[in-house]
């Protein structure tokens, strides 16, 4: 017996930016094909050249590229059933046409728009769907001939109900009142989705269809295409929907759904865009969250697809990109944000960090790292390592225990300070030493003297562990930015 390798695709229209749900299914039909030694196809189906979006297909193949999917034959790989744009496919559509109408099973639509609308106003009338096999015209000759102006139908082949193996949702099923003779072949010479996919997923030996639960009620129609060319259909595999946060609507840009690429320029990590969309419609059984791609790889199951809808949560998208974050070491996480800024143009250090080498930025990012949920987060959460900050003495009044102190008082503790730190040697062990000895000569809390401190060298609302955010800054600008703390206070006191 003949086992045929595992073979799927992903076959987009570039109509617009690739959405999360979109890139679900792709990265569903990847993996799928991965664990098997199988093959990935991309296919781009251009046949709606109304609704195309200039620089869609290759924002669709920089999408799949940035998350790791890369396809085994397709646009930029070749392969032996190219082309794999539909638009270059349009003969291969015509040639199958050509024999559905030789079989009896296909014929010109002959009837004008005008007459279609009487068609729908007799049923109408009639209280009955409008089926146009019902006004089915008749051929004398059993030669049709079909000069391509006309829309080519199908004919179908036996009106009948259908049913189907469906590998998530089970044995699905339709009554004969959902087929229809539909078009081919458009009047243009461009064929219509439920022809062309159907043609395409043959000659390509796709082996499973991964696809969401929107095409269910079209699957009578493309069963009857199936019939009518006598081929065996692939697998189907419905993923279930992506909802949005609220879980009332299915996903979209207004439920807060971003493109791939919008996440990469925001700095999330592919690892965690991974993990997170393997987790919208797919569970291993157990409670375990975070996966690496290869953990992913080793647990997936079709068997272990949902039927419920998913819900889009960015929240846990951002915490597991904090996770995939603080599981890199720093000279990976370092280089991950060099080549991502590099590869999208975002720049996700402080304008001023280009004056300073890239050991100095791998120390500051080591401080922020435990923080860090995406890269972006970067420039506000580093700025103070590479330029003095703005002095904002709100920092201090809206402090409940720094606002109880006078100026004097401030100045007094930081000149304390200062006269300190000028004779540690600024290592991380030697600072503690030091601003613990401080908290016993000046009999303040931490809360107190620590927060003074870090205020008056950063000038912002959070900062890392403060003796090692010293050692970073560095003595010299510390006791530089303590002395122009001093100054302010002097200024501020004398207005």
Known sequence: MLVMSVRTR???????????????????????????????????????????????????????????LEWHEGPDVGGENSPYFQSQRLDIYKKYARQLLEAGHAYPDPYTQEQLEEFRGQSKNSNKPFLFRDYRPEFSDKSIEWDETKPLRLKVPEVKPYSWQDEVRGKLSAGPE??????????????????????????????????????????????????????????????????????????????????????????YLKEAVFNFLSSLGWNDGTNQEVYSIDEILNAFSIERI??????????????????????????????????????????????????????YKTQVLKLVQERLKHFDELPQLTKFFFE?????????????QLSRFSMDEIKALLKQTIDALEQSDFSIAGL??????????????PGVLFSLVRIATTWAPFSPPLAETLAVLGKETTIRRLNIAISNWESATRN
């Open 178 to 267: 959902a087929l229809d003779d539909f078009i081919l072949i458009k009047a243009d010479g461009f064929p219509t989705y439920n022809f062309a996919h159907i043609v395409d997923d043959y000659e390509m030996k796709i082996t499973h269809v991964i696809r969401g639960e929107e095409f269910i009620s079209s699957m009578p129609k493309f069963l009857s295409v199936y019939d009518a060319l006598g081929w065996q259909p692939p697998k189907f595999i419905t993923l279930p929907p992506v909802l949005g946060k609220n879980g009332g609507k299915k996903l979209s840009k207004r439920e807060g759904a971003m493109s791939v690429l919008e996440y990469r320029d925001q700095g």
């Open 432 to 445: 503690t030493d030091s601003l613990n000895n401080l908290l016993q000569q000046t009999s303040q809390k």
């Open 388 to 400: 003095d900050q703005p002095i904002d003495l709100e920092l201090i009044k809206n402090n409940k």
């Open 10 to 68: 992903f076959a987009p229209s570039p109509t617009g930016m690739l959405h999360v749900g979109a890139i679900r299914t792709a990265l569903f039909a990847w993996i799928i094909a991965k664990q098997n030694n199988g093959d990935f196809i991309l296919r781009i189906e251009d046949t709606d050249k109304k609704r195309e979006v200039k620089g869609a297909v290759e924002q669709i193949k920089e999408s799949l590229k940035w998350l790791g």
């Open 306 to 359: 949902q039927k419920s809808p998913a819900r889009f949560e960015p929240e846990k998208l951002s915490w597991l990109n904090g996770h995939h974050i603080r599981s890199k070491s720093i000279e990976q996480l370092f280089e991950t944000i060099k080549n991502q800024g590099l590869e999208t143009g975002a720049k996700f250090w402080p304008e001023a960090a280009g004056k300073f080498d890239n050991a």
